[in-house]
């Protein structure tokens, strides 16, 4: 059977010029309008079979996206999603962008046509038809859309988030509490805002003892274990001398303490590391590490339950919900 999709491959524009062409013609371009209307016709598809698509009001479908399924931080939070989602009697599709925004796309144009019901945003990634609104001067939303995890302020949609900032600097000021004066940082993406906020609450901890910010101690990673290892690396092949290290994932910390061991050095005693999420392999790690606990099983249900209320059109306490954090104290951050 010929679907919407065929039709816009047929025509060579997106499923959502499609379904923007049958509803509101006015609002495209005549040369695609022209293109999917021939594709219409020589597929011998009625619109009216279109139609019938988009009026469906709900599909109890709703599409959790996460930057990478590989990344552990991220599961903790979809199961709770799942577990939510189930309760109230929706299904749950995972979409994994890879970093790429014609994936992404893809997971937005089954939400504006209809074909799923919302979208639970796990990365700093944001829809096309998203900015372009928000580059055309409004600043909702033109799809059912929840952000978890990152936050994204010049949007009013609802968000659940910790407080990135007073997390990095909780966990900066218990190195510099143990005793640490010279630390560095491994970093994720520095165009990521969750990384713009944890160099943030690094830097304020760091002001707030009296202690200079160096970018010589500042080295970027990815999250994952390979660049907090190869971030390490390059700490320790600099030549530069520091006692303490604070990771902004746990993944890059554990890669970051096997370049440390490899070198010959001791945790905690030659350097103290902090890392940041909680993941259960931190507890188990050589020595276990200290990081920075988030609730993933709250960001998870509160996003659900978020979404749930926007497609219900019932309105929300907060639009913005700020979960709290703590500190995890283990032993590679103290000297026995």
């Given at each position: 059977?010929?679907?919407?999709?065929?039709?816009?491959?047929r025509?060579?524009?997106?499923?959502?010029?499609v379904?923007?062409?049958?509803?509101?013609?006015?609002?495209?371009?005549?040369?695609r309008?022209?293109?999917?209307q021939?594709?219409?016709?020589?597929?011998?598809?009625?619109?009216?079979?279109?139609?019938?698509?988009?009026?469906?009001?709900?599909?109890?479908?709703?599409?959790?996206i996460?930057?990478?399924i590989?990344?552990?931080?991220?599961?903790?939070?979809?199961q709770?999603?799942?577990?939510?989602a189930?309760?109230?009697?929706?299904?749950?599709?995972?979409?994994?962008?890879?970093?790429?925004q014609?994936r992404?796309?893809?997971?937005?144009?089954?939400?504006?046509?209809?074909?799923?019901?919302?979208?639970?945003?796990?990365?700093?990634?944001?829809p096309?038809i998203?900015?372009?609104?928000?580059?055309?001067?409004?600043?909702e939303s033109?799809?059912?859309?929840?952000?978890?995890?990152?936050?994204?302020?010049?949007?009013d949609?609802?968000?659940?988030?910790?407080?990135?900032?007073?997390?990095?600097h909780?966990?900066?000021?218990?190195?510099?509490?143990?005793g640490?004066?010279?630390?560095?940082?491994?970093t994720?993406?520095?165009?990521n805002?969750l990384t713009?906020?944890?160099?943030?609450g690094?830097?304020?901890?760091?002001?707030?003892?009296?202690?200079?910010?160096?970018?010589?101690?500042?080295?970027?990673?990815?999250?994952?274990?390979e660049?907090?290892?190869?971030?390490?690396?390059?700490?320790l092949e600099?030549?530069?001398?520091?006692?303490?290290?604070?990771?902004?994932?746990?993944?890059?910390?554990?890669?970051?303490?096997?370049?440390?061991?490899?070198?010959g050095?001791?945790?905690?005693?030659?350097?103290?590391?902090?890392?940041f999420?909680d993941?259960?392999f931190?507890?188990f790690?050589?020595?276990?590490?200290?990081?920075i606990r988030?609730?993933?099983?709250?960001?998870?249900?509160?996003?659900?339950r978020?979404m749930?209320?926007?497609?219900h059109?019932?309105?929300l306490?907060?639009?913005?919900?700020?979960?709290p954090?703590?500190?995890?104290?283990?032993?590679?951050?103290?000297?026995?």
């Amino acid at each position: 059977m010929v679907t919407i999709r065929d039709i816009a491959k047929r025509a060579g524009v997106s499923v959502a010029t499609v379904s923007r062409t049958l509803r509101e013609p006015e609002a495209v371009r005549p040369v695609r309008r022209e293109r999917v209307q021939a594709a219409i016709d020589e597929m011998n598809y009625t619109p009216d079979a279109i139609a019938r698509q988009l009026r469906r009001r709900s599909n109890e479908t709703i599409i959790v996206i996460v930057p990478e399924i590989a990344n552990p931080f991220f599961s903790g939070i979809v199961q709770a999603i799942e577990n939510v989602a189930h309760d109230l009697g929706y299904r749950v599709l995972i979409g994994e962008t890879q970093g790429k925004q014609e994936r992404l796309d893809y997971y937005a144009d089954m939400v504006q046509t209809r074909v799923a019901d919302g979208l639970v945003l796990l990365g700093s990634l944001m829809p096309r038809i998203v900015t372009n609104a928000l580059e055309n001067g409004s600043r909702e939303s033109p799809i059912p859309m929840v952000l978890a995890c990152e936050h994204f302020d010049a949007l009013d949609c609802p968000k659940v988030v910790i407080d990135n900032i007073a997390a990095a600097h909780l966990a900066v000021s218990h190195l510099i509490e143990s005793g640490r004066r010279r630390i560095a940082t491994i970093t994720g993406p520095l165009d990521n805002p969750l990384t713009v906020d944890r160099l943030q609450g690094y830097r304020d901890a760091l002001e707030q003892a009296g202690l200079a910010f160096r970018e010589d101690w500042v080295a970027p990673g990815d999250f994952s274990i390979e660049s907090g290892y190869a971030a390490m690396r390059y700490l320790l092949e600099s030549g530069q001398m520091f006692d303490g290290l604070f990771c902004a994932g746990d993944e890059m910390a554990v890669g970051a303490m096997h370049a440390i061991r490899e070198a010959g050095l001791v945790i905690p005693r030659a350097i103290a590391v902090v890392g940041f999420d909680d993941l259960r392999f931190g507890a188990f790690a050589a020595p276990p590490l200290t990081t920075i606990r988030q609730p993933a099983n709250e960001l998870g249900e509160t996003a659900m339950r978020m979404m749930d209320a926007v497609l219900h059109k019932r309105p929300l306490d907060q639009l913005k919900v700020v979960l709290p954090h703590a500190l995890v104290m283990r032993g590679s951050t103290e000297v026995s």
